[in-house]
């Protein structure tokens, strides 16, 4: 008889911990709680719990039921731009590589990538091209990190950056802020009602945007635009909606304008009057030009040329003068009749003086004396409305000869009443660039960095030829060289890049003359040869765009 075995009885399997069981020994800590859980020999409490702890999760996740799928985005919208040249692509992602703010982080005579970049993309906007797909996620970071790159990023990004912003939180910039002026996303409204509703619905800075692409193509659409909403919106955004009319401003806005004039925020009154102030026909430059026959006029002489200018200025600031945007209250040390004259004057149509003064051209009416101290106010005033009313003739008057003393900071106020920087800004390019040329050639750098501010870029000649001058003076003086960073930056990006060979010589390291400042030779052999090496940098961009 064959004896059988007993059959191996299994272990009964081990009941399932829970996971709030798990969790609580494991926020406790298995010193101060016995997890529930059984070692396997060799194997420490923790290990056991932290084991258990796996499994657990897998059998929670096994046991989950698939949410239902999203549906995919929609694909991108078409760009019909032409791709960037090899060469340019790879500039690019050079550029983007070192996007970092502004700032050198390398030998201080390598060129600041960081600060190229900026020109790249204005560049490469002129071209019409768009950017490559696979750097835009690159371009919006560098965007979303500097903010003086945005503009022409979303230009250069256009309809499949705004596409990629929707997709990524991150570059919600991109949406608040749309698209450059002059140019439309692909979800650009295509009828009244769609830009209706996008007015009536989108972010501020949408609506911002919208209106400001909407006045530039058809400015009596803008307008009425604002016109329907503006009893509904804040006081700033009134303000900030107001001084985007000023682009295209047109003598159509005016009864808007003079609506806002009654606008119970100051701001807006105030902004409203500077438009008006704009439009030489308009009733308010008008009321404005009589009340100031009433206080400036030419004493009798006998003739216009040789007479004096006298000065009879507000007694009060009436609630008239008030509506139309006179500031009654005047700031801290200025004279409220002074104030209330200039605010009068700078709203005045400067073709009235001209009429007021026997026909007296810009030039000879600056050049008339005028009477108990009154020309520094009177004078400003003529600044301010040169510059807001565009005059070059006035503008050029007000300036003078570029070869008289700049005024000292330290100077009385009444002698600081010209704002050379401000004027340039009136006159034609050429001619701008030709005045501070003429004044670096008479007072050197010193005083001349807001000036080259202003000047088109690249500088034109005689001005690149004028700062390089100046620069190669100052080196041979072995002037302090740090003072003129501000001016080497600025040639870093201004100079016309043909200016690199001339420049070439002055790279090398010059003998120190006695008195210089220490180091300041190698300062400067370094500075130069940044701005050699930034200026053939900016040649090759040129060419690589243009696809030579």
């Given at each position: 008889?064959?004896?059988?075995?007993?059959?191996?009885?299994?272990?009964?399997?081990?009941?399932?911990?829970?996971?709030?069981?798990?969790?609580?020994?494991?926020?406790?800590?298995?010193?101060?709680?016995?997890?529930?859980?059984?070692?396997?020999?060799?194997?420490?409490?923790?290990?056991?719990?932290?084991?258990?702890?796996?499994?657990?999760?897998?059998?929670?996740?096994?046991?989950?039921?698939?949410?239902?799928?999203?549906?995919?985005?929609?694909?991108?919208?078409?760009?019909?731009?032409?791709?960037?040249?090899?060469?340019?692509?790879?500039?690019?992602?050079?550029?983007?590589?070192?996007?970092?703010?502004?700032?050198?982080?390398?030998?201080?005579?390598?060129?600041?990538?960081?600060?190229?970049?900026?020109?790249?993309?204005?560049?490469?906007?002129?071209?019409?091209?768009?950017?490559?797909?696979?750097?835009?996620?690159?371009?919006?970071?560098?965007?979303?990190?500097?903010?003086?790159?945005?503009?022409?990023?979303?230009?250069?990004?256009?309809?499949?950056?705004?596409?990629?912003?929707?997709?990524?939180?991150?570059?919600?910039?991109?949406?608040?802020?749309?698209?450059?002026?002059?140019?439309?996303?692909?979800?650009?409204?295509?009828?009244?009602?769609?830009?209706?509703?996008?007015?009536?619905?989108?972010?501020?800075?949408?609506?911002?945007?919208?209106?400001?692409?909407?006045?530039?193509?058809?400015?009596?659409?803008?307008?009425?635009?604002?016109?329907g909403t503006w009893s509904t919106e804040r006081a700033e955004d009134r303000l900030m909606f107001l001084d985007s009319l000023r682009d295209d401003l047109?003598?159509?806005?005016?009864?808007?304008?003079?609506?806002?004039?009654?606008?119970?925020?100051?701001?807006?009154?105030?902004?409203?009057?500077?438009?008006?102030?704009?439009?030489?026909?308009?009733?308010?430059?008008?009321?404005?030009?009589?009340?100031?026959?009433?206080?400036?006029?030419?004493?009798?002489?006998?003739?216009?040329?040789?007479?004096?200018?006298?000065?009879?200025?507000?007694?009060?600031?009436?609630?008239?003068?008030?509506?139309?945007?006179?500031?009654?209250?005047?700031?801290?040390?200025?004279?409220?009749?002074?104030?209330?004259?200039?605010?009068?004057?700078?709203?005045?149509?400067?073709?009235?003086?001209?009429?007021?003064?026997?026909?007296?051209?810009?030039?000879?009416?600056?050049?008339?004396?005028?009477?108990?101290?009154?020309?520094?106010?009177?004078?400003?005033?003529?600044?301010?409305?040169?510059?807001?009313?565009?005059?070059?003739?006035?503008?050029?008057?007000?300036?003078?000869?570029?070869?008289?003393?700049?005024?000292?900071?330290?100077?009385?106020?009444a002698a600081i009443w010209r704002d050379p920087a401000k004027l340039l800004s009136a006159l034609p390019a050429e001619e701008r660039a030709q005045w501070?040329?003429?004044?670096?050639?008479?007072?050197?750098?010193?005083?001349?960095?807001?000036?080259?501010?202003?000047?088109?870029?690249?500088?034109?000649?005689?001005?690149?030829?004028?700062?390089?001058?100046?620069?190669?003076?100052?080196?041979?003086?072995?002037?302090?060289?740090?003072?003129?960073?501000?001016?080497?930056?600025?040639?870093?990006?201004?100079?016309?890049?043909?200016?690199?060979?001339?420049?070439?010589?002055?790279?090398?390291?010059?003998?120190?003359?006695?008195?210089?400042?220490?180091?300041?030779?190698?300062?400067?052999?370094?500075?130069?040869?940044?701005?050699?090496?930034?200026?053939?940098?900016?040649?090759?961009?040129?060419?690589?765009?243009?696809?030579?």
């Amino acid at each position: 008889m064959t004896s059988t075995a007993p059959a191996p009885v299994s272990a009964p399997a081990p009941a399932p911990v829970s996971w709030d069981d798990l969790v609580a020994a494991a926020l406790l800590g298995t010193e101060r709680r016995t997890p529930p859980v059984a070692a396997r020999p060799g194997q420490d409490a923790a290990s056991a719990l932290l084991d258990a702890a796996a499994l657990s999760t897998v059998r929670r996740r096994a046991g989950l039921r698939p949410a239902p799928a999203r549906p995919g985005p929609a694909p991108a919208p078409e760009d019909p731009r032409p791709p960037l040249p090899p060469a340019a692509r790879s500039r690019l992602a050079m550029l983007l590589a070192d996007r970092s703010s502004p700032g050198r982080s390398g030998p201080r005579s390598a060129p600041d990538l960081a600060e190229l970049l900026p020109q790249w993309l204005a560049l490469a906007n002129q071209h019409g091209y768009r950017a490559p797909d696979a750097l835009l996620p690159t371009l919006l970071d560098a965007a979303r990190a500097r903010t003086d790159l945005r503009p022409e990023a979303l230009a250069l990004g256009g309809p499949r950056a705004l596409w990629l912003a929707r997709l990524n939180p991150d570059w919600k910039f991109a949406l608040r802020g749309g698209p450059g002026r002059g140019t439309a996303p692909a979800s650009e409204p295509g009828g009244t009602a769609d830009v209706r509703r996008q007015w009536e619905e989108g972010l501020f800075a949408e609506r911002v945007s919208l209106l400001a692409r909407t006045r530039h193509r058809d400015p009596a659409a803008g307008l009425a635009l604002l016109d329907g909403t503006w009893s509904t919106e804040r006081a700033e955004d009134r303000l900030m909606f107001l001084d985007s009319l000023r682009d295209d401003l047109a003598p159509s806005d005016e009864p808007f304008l003079e609506q806002a004039l009654s606008d119970r925020s100051r701001n807006v009154r105030a902004t409203a009057a500077e438009l008006l102030a704009a439009l030489p026909g308009s009733a308010f430059a008008a009321r404005m030009a009589e009340r100031s026959a009433a206080c400036v006029s030419l004493s009798p002489a006998t003739s216009p040329a040789t007479g004096q200018i006298t000065v009879d200025a507000p007694a009060r600031c009436d609630s008239g003068m008030q509506r139309d945007g006179v500031v009654p209250k005047p700031p801290s040390g200025r004279g409220e009749r002074s104030w209330w004259l200039s605010q009068l004057v700078e709203a005045t149509p400067l073709a009235c003086w001209s009429e007021r003064f026997g026909g007296l051209d810009a030039d000879r009416i600056v050049a008339l004396p005028v009477a108990d101290g009154w020309q520094a106010d009177l004078h400003a005033a003529w600044c301010r409305a040169a510059v807001r009313q565009r005059s070059a003739e006035w503008s050029r008057a007000l300036l003078g000869s570029p070869g008289a003393p700049p005024v000292a900071a330290g100077e009385p106020a009444a002698a600081i009443w010209r704002d050379p920087a401000k004027l340039l800004s009136a006159l034609p390019a050429e001619e701008r660039a030709q005045w501070v040329a003429d004044f670096i050639a008479s007072h050197g750098l010193s005083d001349a960095f807001r000036l080259l501010g202003v000047c088109a870029v690249p500088w034109a000649e005689p001005l690149g030829g004028a700062v390089v001058d100046a620069l190669d003076i100052a080196r041979d003086a072995g002037s302090y060289p740090w003072s003129f960073s501000g001016i080497m930056g600025l040639a870093e990006r201004c100079l016309d890049p043909a200016q690199a060979d001339r420049l070439e010589v002055l790279t090398a390291l010059p003998d120190e003359p006695e008195g210089a400042a220490p180091g300041a030779g190698g300062y400067w052999s370094e500075a130069f040869q940044r701005l050699v090496g930034t200026l053939r940098l900016r040649a090759a961009m040129r060419s690589e765009l243009a696809g030579t």
